[in-house]
Nanobody, 113 residues
Framework: VQLQASGGGLVQAGGSLRLSCAASGFIFRLVTMNWYRQVPGKEREWVGTITSSHNSNYADSVKGRFTISRDNVRRIMYLQMNSLKPEDTAVYYC????????WGQGTQVTVSS
């Protein structure tokens, strides 16, 4: 299993970014995938989840601003982040839970005020 997150960067408050998570080594279309984020010194925080049937749910802190989607043909999960706030600054990780957990390498998102 490999998960590779990309698309992070520096953006001003109110701006948008789209993160991608490229997946390989498993049957992507059948699994639920997750996004998490982590700020140094804090626990990793769940951001949202998308099921194999494209149903999604989100942490209250991002609901209405972030949208998770997936392309099962290209085996990519996306995190569209709009109306970004400085408190969204974190390293963002994609995650797969099976018999064990798998994590991508993370991508840094920095939102300036």
């Amino acid at each position: 299993v490999q998960l590779q997150a990309s698309g992070g960067g520096l953006v001003q408050a109110g701006g948008s970014l789209r993160l991608s998570c490229a997946a390989s080594g498993f049957i992507f279309r059948l699994v639920t995938m997750n996004w998490y984020r982590q700020v140094p010194g804090k626990e990793r925080e769940w951001v949202g989840t998308i099921t194999s049937s494209h149903n999604s749910n989100y942490a209250d802190s991002v609901k209405g601003r972030f949208t998770i989607s997936r392309d099962n043909v290209r085996r990519i999960m996306y995190l569209q982040m709009n109306s970004l706030k400085p408190e969204d600054t974190a390293v963002y990780y994609c995650n797969l839970k099976q018999s064990r957990e798998y994590w991508g390498q993370g991508t840094q998102v920095t939102v300036s005020s």
